[in-house]
């Protein structure tokens, strides 16, 4: 019997990003991915697709009240933003001469892996 080979998510995009919201009611804007949720396919992307939550009084909000927050998008609406290009760009690997694996940028080749 073969192996079972476990099935990995993996999204193209990851924390730390700069994206562009390519579809939804908050299509163009950009921000950076706050946090990614691999198993759903979504991901939080700053002062994107802000939500009004009823907040209790916490500690942290000692008012409740109403706040703003981020709620998650799937991560087929984002694009990768390439800073060198300033546009949305589709992105492959590389591998560096010592082995690391990288993202660039399809059209001008710029490494978008912040390290
Ligand atoms: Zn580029």
């Given at each position: 019997m073969a192996n079972k080979?476990?099935?990995r998510v993996k999204l193209h995009v990851k924390k730390g990003?700069?994206?562009?919201?390519i579809a939804g009611k908050d299509k163009g804007?950009?921000?950076r991915i706050k946090k990614v949720f691999p198993s759903e396919?979504?991901?939080?992307?700053?002062?994107v697709n802000m939500v009004k939550k009823h907040q209790r009084?916490?500690?942290?909000y000692p008012q409740g009240g109403i706040i703003e927050k981020e709620a998650s998008i799937h991560v087929s609406n984002v694009m990768i933003v390439c800073e060198n290009c300033g546009r949305p760009v589709r992105t492959r690997k590389k591998i560096l001469p010592d082995g690391t694996k990288v993202r660039v940028c399809v059209r001008c080749g710029e490494i978008l892996d912040r390290t």
């Open positions: 080979k476990k099935k990003d700069l994206v562009q919201v804007k950009r921000g396919m979504r991901v939080i992307v700053e002062k009084p916490t500690d942290k």
